[in-house]
């Protein structure tokens, strides 16, 4: 909790900190990069850098944090931590590279602010970074116990067993482990990060979610090109569609992630596009443990053939006795497969809703902002919905509440 010295000075200079918090953000990386070049191999996302959003991650999470701790001092933002946690955990981070972050970042705001940082202000906001890193480093010892690793031994090798072409633009990898070490299991709904050498040298990670129930031998990951459409083309897809192959290593964390399924209730699963990826992860998890909750998968393609791992996916709703599937293709509703097709944009007034279920949202944000508000107007409290982000969240106001515990883990 924030202390009552701080609090007034946190208070008056939060609309100044807010207002520059892109600018220290971004002074913060460029620093914090030229200290530590190290950062840069393995550990920071450059796709993410170079488009931003990572800069705007961090500015959004230290401001939601922020006004939070003077909103509602006796409870802390758990979704925002959750999520960050996770990400964190699935690089390895350490409780040490805090205070290397710490500096950086406090010398980025002195940087950007000049003289209106006081010994006063400086004081209330080291206040708010310890609080928070506290918060993150407290979560991140316990994820990294329940998965019984630790930071350096996140990482581990694994052997690409089979690449099957899903669709035009995305690849399924399946890999097996390299070594008779239990392999730790996952939590339905959760990624692996993938770090992969570059041709230049640098490793780069990349989250993806798992697309299969655990095995105790095997990950199944889906990977979808990223085009650049006059940008640079996205280089760890292309590249793990294009230069990786069966009989090649990989190193992949172990599995994190705070959108996981509950499955002691009904479910409804609504994804759009590459986000069928998380989807495709809980109902094989749900089909392999025999489920017979009333479980509704809706999803939304371009048409039947961009759909992937629309068969393993069908294949398990045929399976499971209460399970049910709607798609909707933009190019017209035709299809081969057993499924209940429609054509253009999913509409939810095309399906039946089952009672009291969880929802997992997860495709471009325009599409889970549409669904969602969609369910609010037909009465879904919106602790009961959850979505996940591929990419930095940027914690959308609209997406993200009070109400909306763990909201970015699916
Ligand atoms: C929790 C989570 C789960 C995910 N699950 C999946 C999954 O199951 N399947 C999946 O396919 N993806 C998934 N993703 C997304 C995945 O992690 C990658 O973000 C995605 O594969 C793109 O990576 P890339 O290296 O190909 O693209 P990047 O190279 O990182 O490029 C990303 C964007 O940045 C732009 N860019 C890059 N460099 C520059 C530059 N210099 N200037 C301007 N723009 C630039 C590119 O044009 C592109 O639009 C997930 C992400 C998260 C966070
Ligand atoms: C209080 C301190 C910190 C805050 C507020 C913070 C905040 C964040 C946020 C908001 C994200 C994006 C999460 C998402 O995917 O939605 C993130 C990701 C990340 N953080 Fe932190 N972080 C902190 C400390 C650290 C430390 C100490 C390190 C270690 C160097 C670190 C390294 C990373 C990395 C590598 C990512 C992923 C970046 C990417 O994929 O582009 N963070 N952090």
């Known amino acids: 909790m924030l202390s009552d010295r701080s609090r007034p000075v946190i208070e008056a200079t939060l609309p100044v900190v807010a207002e520059n918090i892109e600018a220290i953000a971004t002074r913060f990386y460029t620093h914090l990069f030229g200290e530590h070049p190290e950062l840069l191999d393995g550990t920071f996302n450059r796709g993410n850098q170079a488009e931003k959003t ?234 392999s443990a025999g489920s017979h909750l009333p479980i509704t998968v809706l999803h939304a393609d371009v048409d039947e053939a961009s759909f992937a791992l629309r068969h393993q996916v069908l294949e398990d709703v045929r399976f499971l006795p209460e399970a049910s599937a709607h798609v909707w293709y933009e190019h017209g509703a035709e299809s081969s497969l057993p499924v209940d097709v429609h054509a253009g944009q999913m509409n939810l007034d095309d399906v039946k809703l089952p009672d009291g279920a969880g929802y997992y949202l997860c495709g471009p944000v325009p599409f889970m902002r549409a669904v969602r508000s969609a369910l609010i107007d037909r009465d879904v409290p919106a602790r009961d919905i959850q979505y996940e982000v591929f990419g930095p969240d940027l914690w959308q106001a609209d997406l993200v509440t009070e109400e909306t515990p763990g909201a970015t883990a699916a």
């Open 54 to 287: 990572q800069q705007m991650a961090l500015a959004a999470s230290v401001a939601v944090f922020a006004s939070s701790l003077v909103k509602v001092p006796e409870q802390l933002p758990e979704h925002l931590l959750n999520r960050i946690a996770h990400k964190h955990a699935s690089l390895g981070i350490t409780p040490a590279q805090y205070e290397v972050v710490h500096d950086n970042l406090f010398w980025a705001i002195v940087d950007v602010l000049g003289d209106a940082v006081t010994p006063e202000v400086a004081a209330a906001w080291d206040e708010v970074y310890w609080l928070m890193a506290y918060a993150l480093i407290n979560q991140e010892r316990g994820l990294y116990s329940a998965r019984g690793v630790r930071p350096e031994t996140v990482w581990r090798e694994w052997q690409v067993v089979e690449k099957v072409d899903e669709t035009p633009d995305v690849v399924t990898f399946k890999l097996r482990r390299t070594d008779d070490r239990l392999v730790r299991t996952s939590l339905p709904g959760q990624y692996v990060t993938v770090q992969v050498p570059m041709p230049d040298g640098v490793r780069q990670p990349r989250q993806y979610s798992l697309t299969k129930a655990d095995d105790g031998e095997h990950r199944q990951f889906s990977v979808k090109r990223v085009h650049g459409n006059g940008k640079p083309d996205g280089e760890v897809s292309n590249h793990l569609c294009d230069s990786v192959g069966v009989g090649d290593r990989l190193t992949l964390s172990a599995p994190f992630g705070d959108v996981v399924l509950d499955d002691s209730r009904p479910v409804v699963f609504a994804s759009a596009g590459v986000g069928i990826t998380p989807m495709a992860g809980m109902v094989s998890h749900l089909a």
